[in-house]
């Protein structure tokens, strides 16, 4: 199939996110992971992967504000000491404002120095509150355990304003009574939320999800064109349902989000088949309209300065007209779908 990415230069979102895949390998295999561990370029790390990285940061519209940094496993990339100290190097000249790492944790407490210093955000990718079943849906039990994650959660509070969240996959068909336990789970072990992401493209009704809606009711909506989240408040916890409505191959309307792929590519989709360059995207539309705004604000701003200057001549005693300024407004449709992926609870889509 071709792609015409001349049709996608607008972005859709006011705040697009820049996902970086790392390379290397993933030490769990999940049934429902995309990723495929089996590509050649999953492998391979180029050498100026994290020169590129900063290229294309450098290169993107300004308000590519946050970068999510994901895998196969970050905390086993060859590539997480350049990237971080990337990272490091953007948000000390301001120029990100956010950076998220989703892991499965499996090296984060031998690493979390060097990430808390630039990481604003921590997704641990958890599955079940029972150590056993969560490492039989990993297929590894190379993940922390429930003592592990006490002592890295501890660790991070203790040192850094760092947020902890669990990602946690579950089916559609997910019980009340599992996610009751998770809940729990997560508050004991002192995250800031939990996040429930049904299986991809999975979009019929979740009666869990349903369940504790009309109990707490959501406190935020997002509006993302490709990413459902609904938060709550679960007896003062956070508690997120996000469901991937669509990929970017199912979406043709602009660009919502970028992936830095393995092999060092610059692709609008998760696959990589659709490359893009980042000098030839704009701005979302939005930013045209606050523009557009601006103008009104000088117009209304000429009319008072007219107002004034008629009271303090008397209404016109010159005998000559006056002419009055007339007010145009510009309308432009907003086409940016007000999605904010950025949310303090919950990171980054991915």
């Known amino acids: 199939m071709e792609y015409n990415t001349s049709e996608m230069k607008n972005l859709l979102v006011d705040t697009p996110n820049l996902s970086v895949m790392l390379p290397g390998r993933c030490n769990a295999k999940c049934d429902f992971c995309f990723w495929e561990r089996d ?11 994290s020169s590129k990285l900063f290229d294309y ?10 970068i999510s940094i994901t895998g196969g496993e970050p905390t086993i990339s060859p590539a997480l000491d350049g990237v971080l100290a990337v990272v490091s190097r953007l948000k ?12 499965n944790g499996v090296r984060l407490a031998k690493r979390l120095p060097d990430i808390v210093d630039c990481v604003d955000h921590i997704n641990i990718s958890r599955h079940h509150y029972d150590d056993e079943e969560n490492s039989l849906i990993f297929r590894t039990s190379t993940n922390p355990s429930t003592i592990d994650l006490f002592s890295i959660v501890a660790a991070v509070h203790c040192n850094s ?14 019980s009340v009574e599992f996610c009751e336990e998770f809940i729990d789970y997560g508050r004991t072990v002192g995250v800031k939320a939990v996040s429930f992401r049904i299986y991809h493209n999975a979009m019929g009704v979740c009666e869990a999800e349903k369940y504790y809606t009309e109990k707490y009711h959501a406190v935020d909506v997002s509006t993302c064109p ?15 349902w996000k469901y991937s409505v669509l990929e970017p191959t199912q979406h043709w309307d602009g660009v919502y989000e970028l992936v830095m792929q393995p092999d060092g590519r610059l692709t609008a989709d998760w696959s990589g088949k659709i490359e893009i360059n980042p ?3 704009e701005v979302p539309m939005k930013k045209q309209i606050l523009a557009s705004d601006l103008e009104i604000e000088k117009v209304r701003l000429a009319k008072e300065l007219m107002e004034m200057a008629k ?5 016109n005693p010159s005998g000559k007209e006056v002419r009055g300024v007339h007010e145009t407004r510009v309308v432009q449709e907003d086409k940016s779908y007000g999605g904010r992926c950025s949310h303090s609870y919950g990171g980054g889509c991915r």
């Open 161 to 174: 304003p760092v947020d902890i969240c669990f990602n946690c996959v579950v089916p559609p068909d997910v």
């Open 311 to 315: 009271k303090l001549l008397g209404e």
């Open 279 to 281: 000098k030839q995207l």
């Open 57 to 66: 940061v450098m290169e993107l519209p300004e308000c590519f504000r946050q």
């Open 39 to 49: 590509n050649v370029a999953n492998n391979s790390l180029s050498k100026d992967f």
């Open 226 to 240: 490709v990413c459902r989240t609904a938060r709550m408040l679960v007896d003062g916890f956070c508690v997120n």
């Open 92 to 103: 000390a000249s301001k120029r990100i404002d956010k950076v998220v790492l989703t892991t």
